[in-house]
């Protein structure tokens, strides 16, 4: 059945605002201006928006495996809550610029400022979930603050790869190198853990529970490989983002692990070279070159096609492993998220 896909995501957005004020700090009873300004800048992600995919993809799980969203809200909470906490430190760590339109957290206040804000979010990720410890019951809250250590520590060893990769100016990764890297970083907390967390507020079984990794994790690559896409080819007043900024940070994407494969060593060396300036020292020209380069040798089509591909994975693996989940619009939108993944344009 066909879903509005961009409606329902807007529909429980809309919730999680309405909710997310119950998780958050106020600052009418701060006393300490410092403070004061502490909790504003721990609203200043979450004020900026966002589709709230992985909240989302909790609640419609929650429900689609029987149970409900009031249940599942706090569990959609956290999952936001870690996400603008990821951000914030994602972006420092990156050197980004622009966050959905606006100047990132760290060139607002400074990085040391911008990491503290970070660090005070993380810690409303499990306060969200013990919160509603007795509406939950203490089986379900355990179970999902064990989800969401796993899924922190896993994110932090994919973050680490890459990173490492970076700050020790390696290029000779290959595809299962970047498989493994956006895994752990980016396709279990985007799609895996919210999913398998709204199972857990419906009470699913652990057996069902497993078998959602299964059709999650290629759910998520795809993802991260749209994203990555939109990066150098997207349309930047829908993206919110700088285009060309993976290549101005020195990211390691599919595009970029296809074109050094395929050129010659004088060439490769050349686009090695432009890659290893710091982003200070890049200049559009240099963007422009690796772009020209990565469309002439079709490094853009190759990662679209494979974003496909390991989208078309996870939806036969879904009809396959989705028998628990009882037929209607919830399942509908976690099947049509699937396609618009890899169709979006932000």
């Known amino acids: ?112 400022l911008a990491i503290n804000v970070g660090d005070g979010v993380y810690a409303k990720v499990f306060e969200a979930i013990l919160l509603k410890k007795e509406e939950l019951g203490s089986e379900k809250a355990l179970k999902l603050i064990k989800e969401m250590l796993d899924l922190t520590y896993r994110t932090m060893q994919g973050q680490h790869v890459e990173i490492s990769w970076m700050v020790k100016n390696k290029f000779d990764q290959k595809f299962d190198d970047y498989y493994f890297m956006a895994e752990h970083k980016t396709s279990w907390y985007t799609a895996c853990y919210p999913i398998r967390m709204g199972a857990i507020c419906a009470g699913a079984s652990d057996e069902e529970i497993e078998k ?28 919110g983002k700088e285009i060309g900024g993976d290549i101005l940070e020195g990211k390691r994407t599919l595009m970029l692990i296809h ?49 496909k591909e390991l989208a078309e994975k996870a939806k036969e693996i879904f009809e396959r492993n989705s028998s628990a989940m009882r037929e209607g619009p919830e399942k509908d939108a976690i099947r049509s998220l699937i396609d618009y993944v890899i169709n979006r344009e932000a």
């Open 1 to 112: 059945m066909a879903v509005d896909i961009k409606s329902v995501l807007k529909q429980k957005s809309a919730l999680i605002d309405s909710e997310i004020k119950n998780y958050l700090p106020a600052t009418s009873s701060i006393i300490r201006l410092e403070l004061k300004e502490l909790n504003d800048l721990m609203w200043e992600y979450t004020l900026r928006g966002g589709k709230r995919i992985r909240p989302g993809l909790c609640l419609l799980s929650a429900v689609a495996y029987g149970g409900d969203e009031k249940t599942a809200m706090p569990a959609a909470i956290s999952l936001e809550l870690f996400h603008n906490f990821v951000l914030v430190h994602d972006d420092f760590e990156d050197g980004s610029d622009e966050r959905r339109g606006k100047p990132c957290l760290h060139k607002m206040v400074g990085p040391e």
């Open 212 to 239: 959602i990794t299964e059709w999650g994790v290629p759910f998520g690559l795809a993802f991260q490989i749209q994203d990555d896409w939109l990066n150098l080819a997207g349309d930047e007043a829908k993206y």
């Open 259 to 307: 074109l050094l494969n395929g050129l010659e060593a004088s060439e490769k060396s050349r686009v090695i070279g432009v890659m290893k300036k710091p982003r200070a020292q890049k200049t559009q020209a240099d963007v422009d070159y690796i772009l020209g380069l990565m469309r002439e040798k079709g490094s853009l089509d190759y990662a679209k096609e494979k974003s």
